[in-house]
């Protein structure tokens, strides 16, 4: 389902990706990815800048004391989600200190991306975060709840688990009020490439247009 076309900048096509905990937004982005897709994955970058060595690991150790970093150095993230997510505040801190570092480096990795057709930006909590402006589509990935559930089970969640992940998240239609494309992974993955083999084209259209 599509809402608006793509609006390019410098012939790009920039495409932020989300969907709830099992619905298949990791497979999207692969088969995107294989096409030629830059995926920047905001997830992997919120690790890596608290990653061992980093200035954004030595600022929370500074902020929030020792006990949040692990035996090996790295960063304790149970111990870290004890102070900050009871208590709004500490988590304001925390974010302080870390949205800037994503971002900083999220900027870079759009700019390494060069010339290339499409950057889609992974973001599972896109619709949770507000950040839902600058795209040119923004693509959400659906799936019925209880093919979403027998997918985590087959990762090896509990029911229980997957449940209170998924009512953490947005909603299908808080997250649909915000797509311009939704992807129905509800079936099997040739049925998923054909739609992500649509949507690349509808992408790189005005581009081989343009002789790119």
């Not at 990653?51 to 790295?74: I, Q, R």
């Not at 649909?176 to 084209?201: I, K, M, P, S």
Request: proline share 5%; net charge neutral; hydrophobic share 50%.
């Amino acid at each position: 389902m599509c809402r608006s076309g793509v609006r390019q900048h410098g012939r790009v096509a920039f495409i932020g990706l989300t969907g709830g905990i099992g619905a298949g937004k990791s497979a999207v982005a692969e088969l995107l990815a294989a096409h030629g897709a830059v995926v920047v994955d905001a997830d992997r970058v919120a690790r890596e800048v608290v990653a061992p060595g980093t200035p954004g690991l030595a600022a929370v150790a500074e902020a929030f004391g020792p006990g949040v970093l692990a035996p090996d150095g790295s960063l304790d993230r149970p111990a870290l989600g004890a102070i900050v997510f009871a208590d709004p505040a500490v988590r304001r801190r925390l974010e302080a200190i870390t949205h800037p570092l994503i971002g900083a480096e999220t900027l870079r990795r759009i700019e390494r991306a060069g010339d290339a057709p499409v950057i889609v930006h992974d973001v599972p909590l896109l619709v949770e975060a507000g950040l839902t402006h600058g795209y040119d589509d923004i693509v959400v990935v659906e799936a019925p709840r209880e093919v979403r559930l027998e997918r985590l089970a087959g990762r090896g969640v509990a029911r229980a688990d997957a449940e209170a992940r998924m009512a953490s998240q947005a909603t299908d239609a808080q997250r649909r009020a915000v797509a311009t494309v939704v992807v129905d992974n509800a079936g099997d993955r040739e049925a998923l490439r054909r739609q992500v083999d649509a949507l690349w084209g509808r992408w790189t259209a005005g581009r081989a247009a343009a002789g790119a």
